[in-house]
């Protein structure tokens, strides 16, 4: 690996941009609508009810943030559990983006819990109820979400040991920090591994039981969605995610920054997504015929065009493009589809699962979101962009190089750069 492919801050773009702004401002209209929510109560600011307890917080903020934030441990079980070492470039962003997944989805949940005070409960072994799925799912994030923290540790390490230099009186912490980041460094290398292996195994449980979920209202989904095994589909579909919200992030990541994307290791990574498409769409196709349900898919109804646009838009279409070796080494094809799988495969589901297919026995209305539900989903996903940005202006996170006439002049102007070119 060259000097100018291993991760450094990229710094030669400002954070600033007219979509930047644009986005603050979603966020600052997202956070005001959210202290509003924890003030005035979910009553006055959602649209929930007895009838639809669950909303877009649920369907998009929860169960869709965790879907996406997949691609931490798919990748990160790709490169260090099956050593394929050509995909450790992608490792780092993939896994600031399943940090930041959890840590906004955590967020989202806390304004969707009515007692949101009392989230700490699972935390103690006295509260344990082993039969919730809740709980499962609830005590499985926060511990994975420990775990991203441990694995993103030694990028902080690598950013800030023997540079700490706090301003003024700040200064007495200086040695006790670099004391920390030594300690770290040392030992971090020796158990990194178990908690990548753990990060799998917990995102497995929580990706499975999120499925679970509606299971308990067999009276109220609709048969293209209700099965005895929406917690595997679960599965199976953040699994097949995983890899095109990688391609996603990383296309994205590098039109925003100027660098040449990594269309290599994209187009390989883009041979697995047909596979795992296939498992996911062929086992979904077969538990419908074991249910006698293909009767609902041409019906004509809502519902049956809502399940058709999630598989031929979200399953079907993408497998055909990422099966063409032609359109998996074109950026703008990898982009299509990798989006589509994100957008119809997945997200749709989530919410066709926890919003279309739902329906109270005795209806006396439709749920439509608030605006301030509608605020808060806009705001996190807002503020989740500009974190991500900030945090890979300013750690080794992203490897690549600027394109352009300026990219080797404004490359060697970062410091981290610098040192690397120096073999520091």
Sequence with gaps: MT?????????????????????????????????????????????????????????????????????????????????????????????????????????????????????????????????????????????????????????????????????????????????????????????????????????????????????????????????????????????????????FESILASKSFKLKPETSVLASLARYVPVLLGVYCAIKVVDLAMRDAWGYVFDGSFESIMWLIEMVGGILIPMILLSSEKFRNSVRWLFVSSALVIVLGVALNRINVFLVAYTPLYPDGVYIPSIFEVMVTVGLISGLVLVYRLLVMNFPIISGEESGPDRGRRLTKTPIAQEVRQGN
């Design 3 to 247: 000097s100018h492919e291993l991760p450094h801050p990229i710094r030669q773009t400002p954070f600033f941009t007219k979509g930047t702004i644009v986005l603050a401002i979603l966020a600052g209209l997202g956070v005001a609508a959210y202290l509003y929510r924890m003030i005035a109560g979910l009553e006055a600011s959602t649209n929930l009810n007895d009838q639809y307890p669950w909303g877009i917080w649920i369907a998009i903020d929860v169960a869709t943030g965790v879907a996406l934030a997949a691609g931490g441990f798919t990748t990160a079980a790709l490169a260090d559990i099956f050593h394929k070492e050509r995909y450790h470039v992608i490792v780092r962003p993939a896994l600031l983006t399943a940090m930041l997944g959890y840590t906004f989805v955590v967020i989202g949940l806390l304004a969707d819990l009515g007692r949101y005070y009392n989230v700490w409960h699972p935390m103690l072994p006295s509260m344990w109820q082993g039969d919730s799925v809740l709980f499962e799912v609830g005590i499985c994030v926060m511990i994975y979400l420990t775990v991203l923290y441990i694995e993103f540790l030694p990028i902080v390490v690598e950013r800030f040991k023997g540079r700490v230099n706090l301003p003024g009186i700040l200064g007495i912490f200086n040695d006790l920090i670099e004391s920390f980041l030594t300690i770290a460094d040392r030992t971090l290398g020796r158990f990194i591994s178990l908690f990548i292996i753990a990060g799998v195994v917990l995102s497995c449980l929580h990706q499975s039981s999120l499925g679970t979920l509606m299971l308990i209202a067999p009276t109220k989904m609709h048969p293209l969605w209700y099965t005895s095994i929406s917690p595997l589909l679960f599965l199976l579909s953040a699994i097949a995610v995983g890899f095109p919200m990688v391609m």
